[in-house]
T-cell receptor
Framework: AQKVTQAQTEISVVEKEDVTLDCVYE???????LFWYKQPPSGELVFLIR??????QNEISGRYSWNFQKSTSSFNFTITASQVVDSAVYFC???????????FGKGTHLIIQP | GAVVSQHPSWVICKSGTSVKIECRSL??????MFWYRQFPKQSLMLMAT?????????EQGVEKDKFLINHASLTLSTLTVTSAHPEDSSFYIC??????????????FGPGTRLTVT
C-alpha cells in the first residue's frame, strides 16, 4: 500500500529565510504521481505541483522549487526567501497509477514570522 | 477553467438528522469524483471514489450505509451523511477528474464543506 510521510509537523522561520519541507513516499507501483498542495486557514486546497514518476527533473517556479529523487523516494519542497503569506499547512500527496484518489501525508504547518 | 464547487460551504445540523453535500464540476465533465474527510488539524483521508452511473467505491473503514454517494451526472456528485452524529463533524472535500484530460489524471479540488453536528 502507498504511504506518504511528512516528518516535520511544524516549522517556524523568520521571513526571508529559506525553508525546505520534506516528503518521503512509499509505493510498489512504477507509475505514480506526486503532488504538493497548500492549505491556508480558509481550508481550500491550493495546487502547487504535480510530478509523474518518469520525470525526475527538478522544477523551479518563482520562489518555489521541488527536488524529486526516486533513489531516496523523496519529493522535497523548498521556499526561497520566505514571506508571511507562505504561512499555511503544506501537504504532499501520492496517486498510484494516476487514476486513483490521493494519499496525503500528515502535512507540515509552516509559520513564517515577520 | 477547471472549477469545482461545493454546496453548502458550511452546515450545522442536529444529531440524528441527515445532510447532503453537493460537488459540482462547473466547466468540465467528470466521470470520477473523490470524497475526502479532514478532521481538525489532521490530514485529508480518502473516503470514497464516485463514478458516474455506477456504485461508489468506499475505502476500508468507511461505512457505505452512513455515507451515501450518488453520481448521477457528469457534473454532479452528492454525499449524504445519514443519521449524523457529533463525531461526523469534519471538513468534507471533493475532487473531480477532468474527463477530457484522462491521460493526465488531472484532479481539481472543491473548496470544502464544514459540517458541524450538534
Amino acid at each position: 500500500a502507498q504511504k506518504v510521510t511528512q516528518a516535520q509537523t511544524e516549522i517556524s522561520v523568520v521571513e526571508k529565510e529559506d525553508v525546505t519541507l520534506d516528503c518521503v513516499y512509499e509505493t510498489r507501483d512504477t507509475t505514480y504521481y506526486l503532488f504538493w498542495y497548500k492549505q491556508p486557514p480558509s481550508g481550500e486546497l491550493v495546487f502547487l505541483i504535480r510530478r509523474n514518476s518518469f520525470d525526475e527533473q527538478n522544477e523551479i517556479s518563482g520562489r518555489y522549487s521541488w527536488n524529486f529523487q526516486k533513489s531516496t523516494s523523496s519529493f522535497n519542497f523548498t521556499i526561497t526567501a520566505s514571506q508571511v503569506v507562505d504561512s499555511a499547512v503544506y501537504f504532499c500527496a501520492l496517486s498510484e497509477g494516476g487514476a486513483d484518489g490521493l494519499t496525503f501525508g500528515k502535512g507540515t504547518h509552516l509559520i513564517i514570522q515577520p | 477553467g477547471a472549477v469545482v464547487s461545493q454546496h453548502p460551504s458550511w452546515v450545522i445540523c442536529k444529531s440524528g438528522t441527515s445532510v447532503k453535500i453537493e460537488c459540482r464540476s462547473l466547466d468540465f465533465q467528470a466521470t470520477t469524483m473523490f470524497w475526502y474527510r479532514q478532521f481538525p488539524k489532521q490530514s485529508l483521508m480518502l473516503m470514497a471514489t464516485s463514478n458516474e452511473g455506477s456504485k461508489a467505491t468506499y475505502e476500508q473503514g468507511v461505512e457505505k450505509d452512513k455515507f451515501l454517494i450518488n453520481h448521477a451526472s457528469l457534473t454532479l456528485s452528492t454525499l449524504t451523511v445519514t443519521s449524523a452524529h457529533p463525531e461526523d463533524s469534519s471538513f468534507y472535500i471533493c475532487s473531480a477528474r477532468d474527463l477530457g484530460l484522462a491521460t493526465t489524471y488531472e484532479q481539481y479540488f472543491g473548496p470544502g464543506t464544514r459540517l458541524t453536528v450538534t
